[in-house]
């Protein structure tokens, strides 16, 4: 499997995510933050889902050990500060709802509480609604990722 094929291919989990985001009322939960830890709480749908920033603006994600990168619904880029407009869309992602183009970006800055994470790559795609997601690319820079019980905890 060649990379492009295994990064499209990572990117259906991003894509299936996008298309359930709508339908799921999983509310974000504050983080609980100490130095160089954050504690997240499953919500009510049974994900993890909390409040980060990119760049200092504020984005719900999700947590999501199946999508390859982090992954921004077109509202939550913009919010963020990019222009989803004039993005290249030269990626594309398949899911159970059909497949849909995504551009790829460079994010200065993502905070999850006090974590803070330099120059990740991101999935962008054009659907306006669901879930942004904390995909592995953001989980693997960080020293360790624990479920235990209801409590996600990621440590720096």
Aim: negative net charge; charged residues 20%.
């Amino acid at each position: 499997m060649t990379r492009h094929q295994f990064a499209s291919a990572g990117f259906l989990a991003v894509a299936s995510l996008f298309a359930l985001g709508a339908h799921l009322s999983a509310l974000p939960v504050e983080a609980a933050s100490t130095e160089g830890q954050v504690a997240i709480a499953r919500g009510a749908s049974g994900h993890f889902v909390t409040t980060g920033h990119i760049d200092g603006a504020p984005v719900e994600f999700m947590v999501d050990t199946g999508a390859t990168l982090v992954a921004l619904t077109a509202r939550d880029a913009r919010r963020a500060g990019l222009a989803p407009h004039s993005l290249v869309y030269d990626r594309i992602a398949v899911s159970p709802a059909g497949a849909m183009a995504v551009a790829t970006v460079r994010l200065r800055e993502l905070r999850i509480g006090e974590l803070t994470l330099h120059d990740i790559e991101a999935a962008v795609t054009q659907a306006e609604d669901g879930h942004s997601l904390l995909g592995l690319n953001a989980l693997a820079a960080l020293e360790r990722v624990e479920i235990k019980g209801d409590t996600l905890t990621l440590t720096r």
